[in-house]
């Protein structure tokens, strides 16, 4: 414990308070958890297949000094074991939006929201957009997808990544998440929840600003808010449907908590089922059941926590389908 609040540690830079909540939430997982806020991480990347192919992005590699590695739980991403994000940068498949690098947590929520050509999708908090190009991607460009963002200075970027990645089949809206269920109930056979959220398992040493403006009021309000979107995603989405709820933070109050609450919910009925077998992490570990004054009251088991290392950030992530 000692060597892990040196001086260069990212101990030396978060709140005393947030030291001991992770250390509550995170158990055995909390050293290597904290480490990863420092190690170097490993360059991700997906092939755009809205523009390109595996075999001709890997034959351009192939010609140069890169060396990469395909990501067992992840289809058509790859990892760079030799070279640099510079190296990958200056090909020519970089250059024409054939190669988009992207956090393999982020692909993953994508993935496991199980879309295919003919379905309708709304993703509700969609900048920058890295996640619903890769929606777009997965359903070929058919089917169609609702991008929202609440933020108007945001949505420049969102519209700016559909159109370099070729998403298509793509419109873009400008409205409060939380006010979607009204606006389109019982609309779409998939919904994107990844939610506004305290940011833990993105913590980085030299992103100091991101660990010292933690609070625990700050995980409160959005808690509140995380529940009226869930809740909200719920009513978008059709009896049969899913919807996908992910977060890159540790906090119960905004993972299982948020969780639980809109579950017992009887306006809507849900629950929640496994993530494809395929697309499980070697770092996930189950949900909790309980966290200082609170305990489960429904079934979480197929939520999962995803403990960062140096390929992945921390992440939450849960399949809901509405039942009624």
Known sequence: MDEIHSLNSPLSQLPRRAIERL???????????IASFSNERIVAFRVNTL?????????????????????????????????TIRDLQSLDVFKEGKVYIQSTSSMLAAHVLNVSTDLSVLDM???????????AALMQN???????????????????????????????INEPAESLGRMY?????????????????????????????????????????????????LRCVKVGGQVVYSTCTFAPEENEMVLDKVLKKKSIKA??????????????RTPLTSFQNWSASTDLSHAMRIIPNDLTTGFFIAVLKRVG
């Open 185 to 233: 109930a019982d609309c779409f056979d998939r919904v994107l929840v990844d939610v506004p959220c305290s940011g833990e398992g993105r913590f980085r040493v030299e992103k100091p600003i991101r660990m010292s403006r933690w609070s625990e009021q700050s995980i409160k309000t959005l808690a509140k808010l995380q529940q009226q979107i869930l809740a909200s995603a």
């Open 23 to 33: 250390e509550a939430v995170l158990g055995d997982d909390f050293n290597s958890t």
């Open 271 to 284: 629950e929640l089922i496994e993530v494809p077998q395929g697309l499980l992490l070697p770092t996930v």
């Open 51 to 83: 523009k390109s192919s595996e075999e001709e992005v890997l034959r351009a590699i192939d010609d140069s000094e890169l060396s990469v590695e395909p990501i067992a739980w992840c289809p058509q991403s790859f990892i760079i074991k030799q070279g």
């Open 142 to 172: 058919k089917g169609r997808i609702i991008a929202n963002d609440r933020s108007k200075k945001r949505l420049y970027r969102l519209r700016e990544i559909l159109q370099q990645q070729r998403a298509t089949n793509v419109e873009v």
């Open 125 to 135: 908090c969609a900048a920058p957009g890295s996640k619903t190009s890769l929606i």
